[in-house]
């Protein structure tokens, strides 16, 4: 397994678990009525520190397992399954902003278009990692 | 996955060639080991400037690496 394929399953690990766990949260604070802005706020905070302490520790964790194939650049077959990804997962962000923006726009407040937005980025970037992962198992034949 | 409808030989060239890595050719034309691998078992298609190199790599050309099957 390449750096970067150990990268996408700690980005994908660290999505799915901090701002799996962030929407629940959410999802519960609404159900007690709209959370208010210091709230969000600092939750956004919070899982933001989190993310960044996920990756930072997860990738030094793999560089030192194996230096030598710790990297940052990617050669042609990375770059061609980045862009394979990166166009769906666009598809899918442009697809998530105009449904949340139009539910933002139905009942508009803050809480609704900043969540809204930012679940529409997570799901796109998930995707891709999932579509990533899934192209260096099987391959981009 | 659909197959690609070519081959190569690479997995041989290296063996002739002192039994060469992935991890070798790889750094000899750019790419990790892991795209070395993919290529072999024809789960990636290299550009044609990869191509070019792992050819000239083994000292062979083009169509002695790679096998249209298509």
């Known amino acids: 397994m390449s750096f970067h394929e150990k990268s996408r399953w ?10 799996g766990w962030y929407f629940i949260t959410i999802l519960t604070a609404v ?13 956004l905070v919070g899982v933001i520190v989190a993310m960044i ?17 710790a990297r940052t650049e990617l050669d042609e077959r990375e770059r061609a399954i980045e862009n394979r990804a990166s166009a769906r997962a666009y598809e899918i962000l442009s697809f998530g902003l105009v449904i949340a923006l139009g539910a933002a726009l139905y009942e508009w407040n803050t809480f609704v278009a900043i969540n809204g937005v ?24 | 996955m659909a197959r690609l409808p070519f081959t190569n030989d690479i997995r041989t060239l290296r063996f002739l060639a002192g ?52």
């Not at chain 1, 700690?10 to 701002?19: C, T, Y």
């Not at chain 2, 080991?33 to 050309?61: N, W």
């Open chain 1, 10 to 19: 700690i980005a994908l690990g660290a999505n799915l678990l901090v701002w």
């Open chain 1, 31 to 43: 159900d007690n009525g709209y959370p208010d802005e210091p709230y969000l706020f600092g939750l």
């Open chain 1, 53 to 69: 302490v996920i990756h930072v520790v997860g990738h030094t964790v793999v560089a030192l397992l194996k230096p030598s194939e």
């Open chain 1, 118 to 141: 930012l679940f529409a980025f997570i799901l796109a970037e998930s995707v891709r990692y999932v579509l990533e992962i899934r192209a260096y198992r099987r391959g981009l034949a």
């Open chain 2, 19 to 70: 039994e060469m890595t992935q991890a070798e050719l790889g750094e000899k034309i750019g790419v990790t080991r892991q795209t070395i691998a993919a290529i072999e078992q024809g789960k990636y298609s290299p550009t044609l400037e990869a191509a070019f190199r792992i050819a000239r790599v083994f000292g062979k050309p083009l169509d002695e690496v790679f096998r249209w099957e298509g």
